[in-house]
């Protein structure tokens, strides 16, 4: 394609070049055939003027006084080859013959004592016309700086078009080697004008598209990781329930792995429009108190437990939507890892959020699909260009949170 284009670019400018070139030559050949006529119209126009001044001052037609110009008082008088061209009533003329002459013909109507007469001015030019003599002796010349022009401007189109064509063809070449998951940067993006623009649209594009592959791999990943712990939890209850009938214990299980399905859609959704939330400034406190207001409505958990150390405000710089479903899922952590008599702290110091729950000794650890999903909350953290650490302990389980301080 590269190549095409220079090429019809080439052929474009070299056309024109030529074009150029022989319309110039044309117009010049033209420029100098109207003088040559102009001159010699001129001349008989002057001995037009003397013959009749001279028909008035001595009554007769007197021969010209010019070696080319030869006066005849009556239409017969004229050359054979002149009177085979010209009719009668033709004021002038010009005429061309075989044998080398070339004569200008110019009829002239004088009133002589009362009377009309016409007689005829009948010129040879042939020694006068310059540009045929010129194309015999100067031709070859003319020709060959004709010829030396039209290459240079071929060389100069064939340059022009290989350095105008090489910015698109340096861009084709590396959109052509770019793979998957490679860097996308393009030499060209820093050039002004409307090739510089179309460098950086495409590096926009290709980035956008890089990111919408891996946004769509993540989410295949996810969506095969973390729905198998509670589909396999529901399957498993099911199964059960043939046999025998759903007791109490299995319909929480059921209910369960249903919360946590719900749960992990919810995250694997935003996580995949993370790129199109827009980012804003967000008051982590209320989010934090909303969070804890939903804790208290879906768990049977006693609020006496919580101690809570936050400023007044805490404006941080992040998603509201993101925000929310980190600090719901870390809450539910908390109580999932501590059970329902568990103390929970929640504490912000030194730029990081600190919650942590306590872990009665003794017990197991337990594991749960979407709880304990820290694959998930990482990517929740990292969407927002925040950081996140889980740190499990015998007694106590903490999550600290350092999130991007608002501007």
Same mark, same amino acid.
């Given at each position: 394609?590269?190549?095409?284009?220079?090429?019809?670019?080439?052929?474009?400018?070299?056309?024109?070049?030529?074009?150029?070139?022989?319309?110039?030559?044309?117009?010049?050949?033209?420029?100098?055939?109207?003088?040559?006529?102009?001159?010699?119209?001129?001349?008989?126009?002057?001995?037009?003027?003397?013959?009749?001044?001279?028909?008035?001052?001595?009554?007769?037609?007197?021969?010209?006084?010019?070696?080319?110009?030869?006066?005849?008082?009556?239409?017969?008088?004229?050359?054979?080859?002149?009177?085979?061209?010209?009719?009668?009533?033709?004021?002038?003329?010009?005429?061309?013959?075989?044998?080398?002459?070339?004569?200008?013909?110019?009829?002239?109507?004088?009133?002589?004592?009362?009377?009309?007469?016409?007689?005829?001015?009948?010129?040879?030019?042939?020694?006068?016309?310059?540009?045929?003599?010129?194309?015999?002796?100067?031709?070859?010349?003319?020709?060959?700086?004709?010829?030396?022009?039209?290459?240079?401007?071929?060389?100069?189109?064939?340059? &022009? *078009? @290989? /350095? +105008?064509?090489?910015?698109?063809?340096? $861009?084709?070449?590396?959109? %052509?080697?770019?793979? =998957?998951?490679?860097?996308?940067?393009?030499?060209?993006?820093?050039?002004?004008?409307?090739?510089?623009? &179309? *460098? @950086? /649209? +495409?590096?926009?594009?290709?980035?956008? $598209?890089?990111?919408?592959? %891996?946004?769509?791999? =993540?989410?295949?990943?996810?969506v095969s990781h973390e729905l198998r712990t509670p589909l396999t939890l529901m399957h498993n209850t099911l199964a059960l329930?043939?046999?025998?009938?759903?007791?109490?214990?299995?319909?929480?299980?059921?209910?369960?792995?249903?919360?946590?399905?719900?749960?992990?859609?919810?995250?694997?959704?935003?996580?995949?429009?993370?790129?199109?939330?827009?980012?804003?400034?967000?008051?982590?406190?209320?989010?934090?108190?909303?969070?804890?207001?939903?804790?208290?409505?879906?768990?049977?958990?006693?609020?006496?437990?919580?101690?809570?150390?936050?400023?007044?405000?805490?404006?941080?710089a992040g998603n509201p939507q993101l925000v929310m479903l980190l600090i719901n899922n870390c809450l539910a952590n908390a109580?999932?890892?501590?059970?329902?008599?568990?103390?929970?702290?929640?504490?912000?110091?030194?730029?990081?959020?600190?919650?942590?729950?306590?872990?009665?000794?003794?017990?197991?650890?337990?594991?749960?699909?979407?709880?304990?999903?820290?694959?998930?909350?990482?990517?929740?953290?990292?969407?927002?260009?925040?950081?996140?650490?889980?740190?499990?302990?015998?007694?106590?389980?903490?999550?600290?949170?350092?999130?991007?301080?608002?501007?």
């Amino acid at each position: 394609m590269a190549k095409s284009i220079r090429r019809r670019l080439f052929a474009a400018l070299a056309g024109f070049a030529v074009l150029l070139c022989v319309c110039y030559t044309g117009l010049a050949l033209v420029i100098a055939y109207v003088t040559e006529d102009m001159l010699v119209q001129h001349l008989l126009e002057r001995e037009a003027a003397a013959v009749s001044q001279r028909l008035q001052q001595q009554g007769e037609l007197s021969p010209s006084g010019s070696d080319l110009i030869t006066v005849y008082g009556r239409y017969l008088d004229l050359p054979q080859v002149v009177r085979e061209q010209v009719p009668p009533t033709a004021p002038r003329a010009e005429v061309f013959t075989t044998t080398g002459q070339h004569y200008h013909v110019l009829a002239l109507d004088i009133v002589a004592d009362g009377t009309r007469q016409r007689c005829y001015l009948l010129a040879d030019v042939a020694p006068v016309l310059v540009v045929s003599r010129l194309a015999q002796e100067v031709g070859g010349v003319v020709l060959g700086v004709a010829l030396a022009l039209i290459g240079l401007a071929l060389l100069l189109a064939y340059w &022009l *078009a @290989r /350095r +105008l064509v090489l910015p698109l063809q340096r $861009l084709a070449r590396e959109a %052509r080697a770019l793979t =998957a998951g490679s860097a996308v940067h393009f030499s060209e993006r820093d050039r002004p004008d409307e090739i510089g623009f &179309l *460098a @950086r /649209r +495409l590096e926009t594009t290709f980035a956008e $598209l890089q990111a919408a592959l %891996r946004r769509e791999h =993540a989410f295949a990943r996810d969506v095969s990781h973390e729905l198998r712990t509670p589909l396999t939890l529901m399957h498993n209850t099911l199964a059960l329930a043939e046999a025998q009938p759903l007791t109490a214990q299995g319909q929480v299980q059921l209910q369960q792995g249903v919360d946590d399905m719900r749960a992990t859609i919810e995250v694997l959704f935003a996580l995949a429009r993370a790129e199109q939330l827009p980012g804003d400034v967000v008051e982590l406190r209320s989010c934090m108190e909303q969070c804890l207001l939903r804790l208290l409505e879906e768990w049977a958990w006693d609020a006496s437990l919580l101690a809570l150390d936050l400023p007044e405000r805490l404006d941080v710089a992040g998603n509201p939507q993101l925000v929310m479903l980190l600090i719901n899922n870390c809450l539910a952590n908390a109580l999932f890892h501590g059970g329902p008599d568990c103390r929970i702290s929640i504490a912000f110091a030194q730029g990081s959020l600190h919650i942590v729950n306590t872990v009665p000794a003794g017990q197991p650890r337990r594991v749960q699909g979407f709880a304990h999903g820290q694959n998930l909350l990482l990517r929740l953290a990292q969407a927002m260009a925040w950081e996140i650490a889980f740190h499990p302990g015998e007694s106590a389980y903490r999550v600290v949170i350092v999130p991007v301080p608002a501007q």
